[in-house]
C-alpha cells in the first residue's frame, strides 16, 4: 500500500480525497453561514454556532479538517514542484495554442494560494478569537434553542463587526471567487482521480462541479457583501 | 487547380543531445498547397543539400499517420494546427501566403532532444516492456467468437488501441505527464477478458515505469487530449486509476 501512496497516482489519490473531505466541509460551512441572513438579530445563526462548537463529533472532525487542509497543501506544492521537473526548462517558442483546456486547471496552485492567502485572514478574523484570545464582542447572550434559554457566546456581534469594514468584504469576495474557479476544475478532476469518470460521467461531474463551485463561491461572498450593505447597526 | 505559396520557417537547430541549439531561418518559395509538411521539409532538405548545408533532422517513417513516428511542435500546437491529425496527414493548405511556421521539437524532460527536431522516445517503449502485452499460450487458432465480448466493450478498446505512441500528449501537457499514453495502453487490454488475467500487475508495472522515467503527475488538464492525433479519451485515465488503485486494495 505504501508503494500506491508513493507513486504518481497515489499522490494525485490523497489530493482527490482531502480536496474532497475539505468539499464535505465547505458544504456545511456554508449551511451554517447562510444563517447569518436571517434578519432575527443573530439569534438563529448565534444557535448554529453554538451547535457547532460544542457537538462532540465537530470536535472529532476539527483537527481532521485541519490535517485534510494540509495534506492538500503539501502535496499540492509537491506535485507541482514535481511537474514543473517533469516538464523540463526549456519552454515552446510559439506558446501554446491548444484550445478547449480551461484556465483554472492550469492555474490550481495559483488559485489555491489565493485561497490560502485568505485563509490567514479568514483564521484571524474569528478562529483566533473564538477559541484562543476571545473578543468583547463574542460577550455572552442568550438565545431560545428549541424553547431552552440558552447562554451563548455571540458569534454574529463579531461576524457583523467584521463585515462592516469594506476591505475585509473586498477580500472574502476575492478569496470565494478565487475558491470557486479553483473548485470549478478541482470538483471534477477530484472524482476523475479516484477513477469515478468515463464518457457519460465526464460532462456530468463537470457542469455539476460548475454549478457546486459557483454556489460556493457567490454564496460566501453575497453573504459578507449583503452583511456589509443591508446589516450594520447603523 | 494547383496553388503555390511563400512561407518563412523558424525551424530549432541542435547539432546534439549537449549542445546549445538556436532557431534558424530559411525561405522557401512555391510550395504547392497540396503537398503535406513532411513533403514541404523534404523541398526544404534539398534545397539545404544544395547549397551545401546540413539538412534538418527529423523523424518520419509510414507517412500515413499509423506508425507514430512523425512528430514537431508547429505553430504553438503537437502536430500543428490542424485536429486529430499527425504532422505527416498536415497539408500545407493549412497555412497562409508568407506566414512564419515555427517548428520545434517535443519539448519535456522524459523526451530528451537527439539532433535539431529528433527526441529520444525510448521511455515509451520501456513502459510498454514493463506491461503493455498480454502473455499468450500459443496454439490453434481460437474460434473468432468463443470468447463474447460486449460490442460497446470491443468499441472501446480498439479506440485505446488507436493510440500510436507518438508522445504528442506529453508534449502538449503542462505537466510532461505521460498518462493519456499509457492509460490507452493499459485500457487497450483491461477492456478485453484476455487482458484481465495480467491487469493488475500490467497497471502497477506500467505506472511504476512511468513515474521511474521521470514522467509528471496527470492534473487532468485535458491537453493530451485535445491534441491526441487519435483523439484518446481522458476517460482511459480514469479507468487506469481505477485499475491501479484497485491493484493496490488487492495487495
Known amino acids: 500500500m505504501s508503494s500506491t501512496l508513493g507513486s504518481s497516482i497515489g499522490k494525485k489519490l490523497l489530493m482527490s480525497i482531502s480536496g474532497l473531505f475539505l468539499i464535505l466541509f465547505l458544504i456545511v460551512h456554508l449551511t451554517v453561514n447562510s444563517l447569518l441572513l436571517v434578519p432575527d438579530g443573530g439569534d438563529l445563526f448565534n444557535a448554529g454556532a453554538h451547535f457547532m462548537a460544542t457537538n462532540p463529533a465537530i470536535r472529532v472532525i476539527e483537527p481532521l479538517l485541519a490535517i485534510g487542509f494540509l495534506v492538500h497543501i503539501i502535496y499540492g506544492v509537491k506535485l507541482t514542484l514535481e511537474n514543473r521537473k517533469a516538464r523540463g526548462p526549456a519552454r515552446y517558442a510559439s506558446g501554446k495554442k491548444t484550445t478547449g483546456v480551461t484556465w483554472a486547471s492550469q492555474n490550481m496552485l495559483v488559485l489555491g494560494i489565493t485561497v490560502a492567502a485568505f485563509l490567514v485572514l479568514h483564521i484571524a478574523n474569528f478562529w483566533v478569537k473564538m477559541k484562543l484570545t476571545g473578543d468583547p464582542l463574542l460577550e455572552h447572550t442568550t438565545v431560545d434553542i428549541a424553547g431552552v434559554p440558552t447562554e451563548v457566546e455571540n458569534a454574529y456581534a463579531l461576524v457583523n463587526a467584521t463585515f462592516g469594514y469594506l476591505w475585509i468584504v473586498v477580500v472574502y469576495v476575492i478569496g470565494a471567487v478565487g475558491l470557486a474557479i479553483h473548485l470549478s476544475h478541482g470538483f471534477w478532476s477530484a472524482f476523475q482521480t479516484i477513477g469515478f469518470s468515463n464518457l457519460k460521467w465526464r460532462k456530468r461531474l463537470s457542469v455539476l462541479g460548475n454549478i457546486f463551485a459557483w454556489i460556493i463561491g457567490i454564496g460566501f461572498s453575497s453573504i459578507a457583501v449583503l452583511q456589509y450593505l443591508f446589516y450594520q447597526p447603523n | ?247 493496490g486494495i488487492q495487495d
Open chain 2, 1 to 247: 487547380m494547383e496553388t503555390t505559396i511563400n512561407i518563412k520557417l523558424k525551424v530549432w537547430r541542435q547539432a546534439g543531445p549537449k549542445a546549445k541549439g538556436r532557431f534558424e531561418t530559411y525561405e522557401l518559395n512555391n510550395i504547392s498547397t497540396d503537398s503535406s509538411f513532411l513533403e514541404m521539409l523534404d523541398i526544404l532538405n534539398e534545397q539545404l543539400i544544395n547549397e551545401g548545408k546540413e539538412p534538418v533532422a527529423f523523424d518520419h517513417d509510414c507517412r500515413e499517420g499509423i506508425c507514430g513516428m512523425c512528430s514537431l511542435y508547429i505553430n504553438g500546437r503537437p502536430h500543428g494546427p490542424d485536429d486529430d491529425v499527425t504532422t505527416c496527414q498536415l497539408h500545407m493548405r493549412k497555412f497562409k501566403d508568407g506566414e512564419t511556421i515555427t517548428v520545434e521539437p517535443w519539448r519535456s524532460a522524459g523526451f530528451p532532444i537527439i539532433k535539431d527536431l529528433i527526441v529520444d522516445r525510448t521511455a515509451f517503449d520501456k513502459i510498454i516492456a514493463a506491461g503493455g502485452y498480454i502473455s499468450v499460450s500459443t496454439g490453434g487458432v481460437p474460434d473468432a467468437n468463443a470468447i463474447p465480448i460486449p460490442k460497446e466493450d470491443a468499441d472501446e478498446a480498439m479506440d485505446a488501441a488507436s493510440c500510436i505512441g507518438c508522445g504528442a500528449c506529453v508534449a502538449a501537457c503542462k505537466n510532461g505527464s505521460a498518462m493519456l499514453f499509457v492509460s490507452a495502453k493499459v485500457s487497450q487490454l483491461a477492456l478485453l477478458p484476455q487482458g484481465r488475467v495480467e491487469a493488475a500487475r500490467r497497471a502497477k508495472n506500467m505506472v511504476a515505469k512511468m513515474d521511474e522515467l521521470g514522467f509528471g503527475n496527470c492534473t487532468n488538464t485535458g491537453a493530451c487530449e485535445v491534441e491526441c492525433p487519435k483523439g484518446i479519451s481522458l476517460a482511459n485515465i480514469a479507468r487506469l486509476n481505477r485499475e491501479f488503485l484497485k491493484a
